[in-house]
């Protein structure tokens, strides 16, 4: 199973993923899981990538430290054709009974202090799941049947602003309980624990990809859109005319016929997009 | 059937909600304060939903019983709708309720007595008549196994004869309703489309075929059963799969025993068209010319009433006129 989910992973397809670590010991085993390299960048924050666009930061303990990194990230990511990113934290938590090096997925994810939840959908089956609650200070007594962490809810909160909901997920690994508080982890077990977590975690990273790539292929935008916005002086809402009249064009299977269009590139914008408009509505009436 | 099943704390201890989630021992489920933190989210995507739809249990307050939108239903006076679920569990990609909501999870609102109770009033109120309609945000049947709604709901209808009830459905989840016994005033009906928009645009619906064959059931036990054909969507095949499709539905059902007949072309507010769109930039359908009317969109056709006539003709070689009626 494994190996099919790896070939997708590390195969031609793209993983439009960014993997969200609050300690460099978590990237430690990602990184060569995931045949990660450095990436070079102007950026505070460490960060990891592959050729196939999966891309890994570290973003440091706690929430004001995790909102940072999302927004340096998107800032770093921002695209004007609407393609999205998936967004999964992976990051270790704390559960009363719970074994440690067993892991979940966040259904539930309440910021203690403001006692506010956020709901990532479940899309994805295959992986159990767990309430989660961000605090703080790290948590010794677990009252709730919930993992405790750091970053969760921040994460959640402020991924969904450059994504939509259904594509950020945590997953959340257990490294302390009652039998073994935090006090005694030993740091060491992060990246093996991480490492036996293999299969889920690359099956996730895949379902996730899944996921963002139909939805990043059906609001691809045809080239046509960045040749002519880059050819002719074109108003906001000129391009956004343009962009809509090309994914019509798009999806009644006439991408082709928007070609010809280029050749106009010296007429003046406004009568490009009367001409496509006149040409699209002939056409496409049925 | 769900990936997950959202409980509503204040629901979770009731023996509707507790019998519900017996039948899914499996299913995850996640307690929240009110449905409204799980459903309806910005940053939430309908389409993505579509593919593992959550059910959530919620109780419903506020109105339960609205006046139905204008030209919704054959009888334009004391026409109202209650909603005990929002969502469907079919993916018409027509479907406006993708431009009503962003979340595609399936809230079942179980305190079936406060609707009971609403729609009670109402009928009073109504000196005992008026039409209520189920159906508007949801399928009326698709969930009734689980939900038991029209088990729970004919009955009412039962001690009130003058008030009429009307489910509308696609579903042929009709168990509940053969099992009880039969009352004049509840209708059962069903939507259709030509086997072409069926094909291309009704994902997950019943086949014609086993739709017709539950509509024949309810009618030889007795039901009044009623037909909607709608939205139409004209296009260049023009009556052709009108013709097949009206000579299948009415060799299966005694076409003088049908309560109504109704037709109604594809409309759709502004607004929900909009977001449609951005969900669906890829769907041929909504890259179609369209005009507007009335804060209402429409696919562009220069001879669209005449369409409409040659279909109403057709639909008169089986039924008559009275029958029939033409929603707006
Ligand atoms: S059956 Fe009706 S409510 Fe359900 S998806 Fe289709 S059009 Fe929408």
Request: aromatic residues 10%.
């Amino acid at each position: 199973m494994i190996k099919k989910f790896e070939k997708s992973l590390h195969g031609s397809e793209s993983t439009p993923v960014n993997i969200v670590v609050a300690h460099a010991l978590e990237a430690k085993a990602l990184i060569p899981m995931l045949h990660l390299q450095p990436f070079q960048t102007t950026s505070r924050f460490v960060q990891y990538g592959n050729s196939n666009n999966l891309h890994l930061i570290v973003s440091g303990i706690g929430r004001a430290a995790m909102e940072a990194a999302i927004t340096d990230l998107s800032q770093q990511q921002a695209n004007e054709e609407g393609q999205i990113r998936a967004w999964l934290n992976i990051g270790i938590a704390g559960h009363s009974k719970a074994p440690l090096g067993s892991a979940w997925l966040g259904n539930k994810i309440t910021c203690q202090e403001s006692g506010v939840s956020a709901y990532p959908p479940q899309l994805i089956a295959g992986i159990d799941s767990v309430a989660v609650i961000t605090v703080d200070e790290p948590e010794r007594t677990y009252p709730e049947d919930a993992a405790y962490e750091m970053e969760a809810f921040s994460f959640f909160e402020q991924a969904t602003k450059y994504s939509t909901a259904e594509l950020v997920q945590v997953f959340k690994i257990i490294s302390d309980n009652l039998e073994n508080p935090i006090e005694k982890l030993d740091f060491k077990n992060i990246p093996i624990w991480i490492r036996l977590l293999q299969e889920q975690i690359i099956l996730l990273i895949s379902k996730m990809s899944e996921l963002v790539r139909e939805h990043n292929d059906s609001h691809r935008i045809p080239r046509v859109y960045r040749e002519l916005c880059s050819r002719i002086h074109l108003t906001v809402n000129q391009k956004l005319q343009l962009k809509r009249l090309c994914l019509r064009y798009k999806a009644l299977g006439l991408e082709a016929d928007l070609e010809s269009v280029i050749s106009l590139a010296g007429s003046h914008s406004k009568q490009i997009i009367s001409q496509l408009s006149a040409q699209i509505d002939r056409v496409g009436k049925q | 059937m769900f990936s997950t099943i959202y409980i509503e704390e204040e629901v979770l201890e009731t023996s509707r909600v507790k019998n519900m989630l017996d039948r899914f021992p499996q299913v995850p489920r996640v307690v929240c304060e009110r449905y409204g933190e799980v459903f309806n989210r910005k940053s939430q995507n309908f389409r993505l939903q579509k593919k593992a739809p959550a059910l959530i249990l919620a109780k419903k307050y506020g109105s339960k019983v609205l006046v139905a939108p204008d030209g919704y239903g054959y009888n334009d006076s004391r026409s109202y709708y209650f909603s005990h679920m929002l969502n469907c569990v079919y993916d018409c990609r027509y479907c406006f309720l993708q431009g009503m909501y962003s979340s595609a999870n399936y809230v079942l609102f179980v305190n079936y007595e406060d609707f009971e109770e609403a729609i009670a009033s109402k009928i009073e109120k109504n000196s005992g008549g008026g039409v209520y309609y189920s159906g508007y945000d949801c399928d009326s049947l698709a969930l009734e196994p689980v939900s038991d709604f029209c088990k729970h709901f004919v009955p009412l209808f039962g001690e009130y004869p003058n008030a009429e009830l009307e489910f509308r459905t696609k579903s042929t989840q009709i168990r509940h309703l053969l099992e009880q016994p039969v009352i004049p005033n509840c209708v059962i009906a069903m939507s259709f489309t030509s086997h072409e928009a069926g094909s291309r645009w009704e994902h997950k619906v019943p086949s014609i075929d086993k739709r017709l064959e539950a509509l024949q059931k309810l009618q030889l036990a007795g039901w009044r059963v009623a037909l909607r054909f709608e939205p139409l969507i004209l296009d260049s095949q023009g009556l052709t799969p009108y013709e097949s499709l009206f000579a299948q539905v009415f060799a299966k059902l005694d076409a003088r025993k049908i309560h109504s007949v109704s037709s109604g072309l594809f409309r759709m507010p502004i607004d929900f068209h909009k977001r449609i769109v951005k969900l669906y930039p890829d769907e041929e359908l909504f890259a179609r010319p369209t005009t507007t009317a009335d804060g209402m969109i429409a696919l562009k056709s220069e001879d669209e009433s005449l369409q409409l006539a040659a279909i109403e003709k057709l639909l008169f070689s089986h039924i008559s006129p009275q029958q029939y009626y033409r929603c707006a």
